[in-house]
């Protein structure tokens, strides 16, 4: 069973929305370690103007409503560009703060059988609205999505995206062995079931489908082999996968493909290395997989809250970084423990500490905005309040709770005030989210449309 899509939410000819608060984006990448930063735009109390779903321009002064405008004034609120969340799993929403097991156990014992559940087109369509109305509800407006093995879950997701207007790039999970039976697919029907749904949901509106082998273990070479060739035949795909988490993980690889020089390299092999590739984790790489992946221009997607959960390791932002290897951040929910990206951020910031790296609030921001959109290739679209982008804009109280508000009273300039904010806010925080200009989500009303 296959579940029809909604047409996209229209905006009306005449919308005109203004928003007042300090509106804050990127114009490009901060240096690492760089508090002081002209890759910043902050604009306090100023209007984001915004026509027919898409940013028209910023001003100091509050444009005439007698033109139509539609003034909102959240004065003395922050206003950022909705979050991209680079990787997270639909499913394992429902196995969220498990306890006790590492990546190969986590996989057995919680995510392989709420995955199973997923075949059930009822379960896969109410576990979809449930996902992309939690994501809004922790602001984060597009994201990079995990389905399972089931080609309907897929449908779920790309129908209820749809319905909201949002940003959502996701794809059928292939796994042709090491998996439950129930999960395995095999390499004819797997391109089949591919092949399908690009022809019915890539490129349209703001859907697109992304190839996706689990990781390395759970895909016989041959199943590898056809997902290079389904990115090789359409350069427009996205491909999405795991790729060196966790130490026994990457000891499984090397027992699984003897012949490969590295875990990355089996999926180089493969042709899944290209500009719209996405490889979640990433920790235990050396130079050369690192040379690999900028020569690629393939992403690495940090997962800071599910690496700490899970006991996988440290990630070296800036080794990464230094090789010019693209890099968004993610929630990586179940393994990650908060849809949240304050609280995600935050813990990146304790991972680079570990090591002693210091991640600024200008790194981690653009990572989860403008870096993400860039390394998707969709900066024309998301991600900042540049002209012409769509409207996926959030706003957030500076502070929450009489330890937040009392802290924000007496920060020393922006960075400590961000800062400061990326720490101690969370979903708590969230007044509003809007998709192309359109509420999504409001603090005081619930989920909107």
């Not at 979640?280 to 997607?301: C, N």
């Not at 790194?363 to 409207?391: I, N, P």
Request: hydrophobic share 45%.
């Amino acid at each position: 069973m296959s579940f029809a899509a909604a047409s996209t939410p229209s905006v009306s000819p005449t919308s005109r929305l203004a928003l007042r608060g300090d509106l804050l984006d990127f114009v490009a990448q901060a240096e690492w370690g760089e508090l002081e930063t002209s890759a910043l735009r902050f604009q306090p109390d100023h209007w984001l103007l915004i026509e027919n779903g898409r940013v028209q321009g910023t001003q100091a002064q509050a444009p005439d409503a007698a033109e139509g405008w539609d003034l909102q004034d959240f004065s003395g609120r922050l206003i950022l560009p909705g979050f991209i969340d680079s990787h997270v799993h639909c499913p394992q929403l429902d196995v969220i703060a498990s306890y006790g097991a590492e990546l190969l156990d986590w996989l057995n014992t919680y995510t392989f059988p709420a995955e199973c559940r997923y075949a059930d087109p009822a379960v896969a369509q109410q576990g979809a609205q449930r996902f992309l109305d939690a994501l809004l509800a922790h602001g984060t407006t597009a994201a990079v999505v995990f389905p399972t093995v089931h080609k309907v879950s897929v449908e779920a997701l790309f129908a209820a995206a749809e319905q909201r207007g949002m940003r959502l790039i996701t794809g059928k999970v292939l796994m042709d062995r090491n998996a439950p039976p129930a999960l395995l697919d095999d390499v004819q029907s797997a391109e089949r079931d591919c092949l399908d749904l690009i022809s019915r949901w890539h490129g349209r509106g703001r859907l697109a489908y992304a190839v996706t082998p689990r990781f390395a273990p759970t895909s016989t070479p041959a199943q590898l082999a056809m997902a290079g060739a389904l990115c090789r035949a359409d350069a427009s795909l996205f491909m999405q996968t795991h790729v060196a988490e966790n130490r026994d993980e990457v000891r499984w690889v090397a027992e699984l493909f003897p012949t490969a020089r590295s875990y990355l390299d089996v999926y180089e092999r493969a042709g899944l290395l290209h500009p719209r590739a996405l490889l979640a984790h990433g920790i235990w790489l050396d130079e050369a997989d690192r040379r690999a992946l900028a020569r690629s221009g393939a992403q690495l997607v940090f997962c800071p809250s599910s690496n700490l959960f899970l006991g996988s390791g440290l990630f070296d932002w800036p080794a990464a970084h230094q090789a010019g290897v693209n890099i968004s951040l993610a929630s990586d929910v179940g393994g990650g423990s908060s849809l949240s990206m304050q609280r995600n951020l935050l813990d990146a910031y304790k991972v680079q500490a570990l090591a002693g790296r210091r991640m600024t609030a200008w790194s981690g921001l653009y990572a989860a905005t403008r870096g993400a959109a860039e390394a998707l290739g969709l900066a024309q679209e998301m991600g900042h309040f540049g002209v012409g982008t769509l409207a996926d804009v959030c706003v957030w109280d500076w502070a929450q709770g009489p330890v937040a508000r009392a802290r924000d009273e007496v920060v020393r300039g922006l960075h400590e005030r961000v800062f400061a904010w990326m720490c101690l806010s969370d979903e708590r925080n969230l007044l509003r989210s809007y998709v192309s200009g359109k509420i999504r989500y409001s603090r005081d009303e619930g989920m909107k449309g």
